[in-house]
């Protein structure tokens, strides 16, 4: 118990407020980005320990919205196998984000999975309603970051393309939503057989295409009011069975206009395509 100080990382604390009064300190809405395992150890063999354990914690006061705060989450675990869907789950805009999907009526719910298999065993809950961090980014990335070639099986290239563009404090929730919303109507007519399978490697590119289609090819940034502005329009087409599938409908067209034929996965992920829709939207529009 002595040596244990030598051997262990230590304990990371990001908090919003610290008070320090002599040998005793409060913290704030606090949150442990690094030595979680530590603490859950050490918790179960408390009766145990002695006051010869030693321990090397860090405490540090950030603003919540700070983009430090969320960069110092993921550099603490930089070094152990976690994937980055779990380090953005303990971001403050991951919860913003969730608390947002709370607050949609129940006729629009979705239901985001902010912490893997968070909604496991709850009745009531279809999992065609369950939106996790991959998924997620591969919605939002398609409708407004124009990475729908790498959202279908290049989730890693995916990642690379949009790390510095997603899941920004400042960014508002609706489009975050809209997306998956517009992936979740998409799917229904799908399994409804309302629009023909050959287009379902191509879903991704048919959410970017319904964005320009209904809201316009001048997008405002995602940051400004003008942003949940367009996003609204897209929600409420969405929101209608018949608008959204005669919306999702032309988006058909649009695919057909620039594949010569060819419906082949290989052509979803192509680069060349994503252009190739671009273009011929923004010539036409």
């Known amino acids: 118990m002595?040596?244990?100080?030598?051997?262990?990382?230590?304990?990371?604390?990001?908090?919003?407020?610290?008070?320090?009064?002599?040998?005793?300190?409060?913290?704030?809405d606090y949150q442990i980005v690094n030595g979680c395992q530590t603490s859950y150890v050490?918790?179960?063999?408390?009766?145990?320990?002695d006051d010869?354990?030693?321990?090397?914690?860090?405490?540090?006061?950030?603003?919540?919205?700070?983009?430090?705060?969320?960069?110092?989450?993921?550099?603490?675990?930089r070094q152990t196998p976690v994937k980055l869907e779990e380090l953005e789950s303990l971001t403050d805009f991951q919860k913003k984000l969730e608390e947002y999907y709370k607050s949609l009526p129940e006729d629009k719910q979705l239901y985001y999975e902010r912490r893997p298999r968070q909604f496991n065993g709850i009745e009531g809950i279809e999992k065609i309603r369950i939106v996790d961090i991959p998924s997620q980014m591969r919605c939002f990335a398609s409708m407004?970051?124009?990475?729908?070639?790498?959202?279908?099986?290049y989730h890693a290239n995916l990642q690379d393309e949009t790390r510095q563009n997603i899941f920004l404090f400042d960014h508002h929730p609706i489009g975050y939503y809209v997306s998956a919303y517009a992936k979740f109507r998409l799917d229904a007519l799908f399994r409804?057989?309302?629009?023909?399978?050959?287009?379902s490697p191509f879903k991704?590119?048919?959410?970017?295409?319904?964005?320009?289609?209904?809201?316009?090819?001048?997008?405002?940034?995602?940051?400004?009011?003008?942003?949940?502005?367009?996003?609204?329009?897209?929600?409420?087409?969405?929101?209608?069975?018949?608008?959204?599938?005669?919306?999702f409908l032309n988006?058909?067209?649009?695919?057909?206009?620039?594949?010569?034929?060819?419906?082949?996965?290989?052509?979803?992920?192509?680069?060349?395509?994503?252009?190739?829709?671009?273009?011929?939207l923004f010539e036409s529009k």
Not at 42 to 49: F, G, Q
Not at 60 to 74: F, M, P, T
Not at 192 to 199: C, E, L, V
């Open 144 to 153: 407004f970051l124009e990475q729908a070639h790498n959202a279908g099986r």
């Open 52 to 77: 010869s354990l030693c321990i090397p914690i860090k405490v540090i006061a950030l603003a919540r919205d700070s983009r430090l705060k969320n960069n110092i989450i993921k550099a603490n675990n």
């Open 204 to 247: 991704y590119h048919m959410l970017n295409i319904l964005r320009i289609q209904l809201s316009g090819k001048d997008m405002p940034p995602i940051t400004s009011n003008k942003f949940i502005k367009y996003c609204e329009i897209m929600e409420i087409i969405l929101s209608e069975d018949n608008k959204s599938k005669e919306a």
């Open 2 to 28: 002595h040596y244990f100080v030598l051997y262990n990382n230590g304990i990371t604390i990001v908090a919003e407020d610290i008070n320090v009064v002599g040998d005793r300190i409060t913290i704030t």
């Open 251 to 280: 988006t058909t067209a649009i695919i057909d206009s620039q594949v010569n034929g060819n419906y082949d996965r290989a052509v979803a992920k192509t680069l060349t395509l994503s252009r190739s829709i671009k273009n011929f």
């Open 192 to 199: 409804k057989k309302h629009i023909d399978a050959k287009y």
């Open 42 to 49: 050490l918790y179960h063999n408390r009766e145990s320990i």
